[in-house]
């Protein structure tokens, strides 16, 4: 499956924004989602991941939980994170990614596909 993540951009503390990831090459319901995210200087972390249909359970990094959504559009073959009050710590390179088997939804190896970032920056 390929992935592209977009959405990115320049955000005040306290602000909004949604990223988007659009699947092709593959049946995108066939496969579970992430987020993940890359600091400068920082190793990349999990951000939030969900399962194959629009319903499925989901799972969140305790430093996003209650201020990001993860959802999925399974006919628009797209994934969303939307991002409320943010911080300026959220700033990273957020990353889209898939997988196929089985593995931990809270597991950045259980995700074999991972597509180009797209650059978050929270600053006043």
């Known amino acids: 499956v390929q992935l592209q993540a977009s959405g990115g951009g320049l955000v005040q503390p306290g602000g909004s924004l949604t990223l988007s990831c659009a699947a092709s090459?593959?049946?995108?319901?066939?496969?579970?989602m992430a987020w993940s995210r890359q600091a400068p200087g920082k190793e990349r972390e999990f951000v939030a991941s969900?399962?194959?249909?629009?319903?499925?359970?989901?799972y969140y990094a305790d430093s996003v939980k209650g201020r990001f959504t993860i959802s999925r559009d399974n006919a628009r073959n797209t994934m969303y994170l939307h991002m409320n009050t943010l911080k300026s710590e959220d700033t990273a390179v957020y990353y889209c990614?898939?997988?196929?088997?089985?593995?931990?939804?809270?597991?950045?190896?259980?995700?074999?596909?991972w597509g180009q970032g797209t650059l978050v920056t929270v600053s006043s």
């Open positions: 990614g898939a997988k196929s088997g089985h593995g931990s939804y809270i597991s950045l190896d259980s995700f074999n596909s």
């Open positions: 090459g593959h049946t995108f319901g066939d496969n579970g």
């Open positions: 969900i399962g194959r249909n629009d319903r499925s359970t989901t």
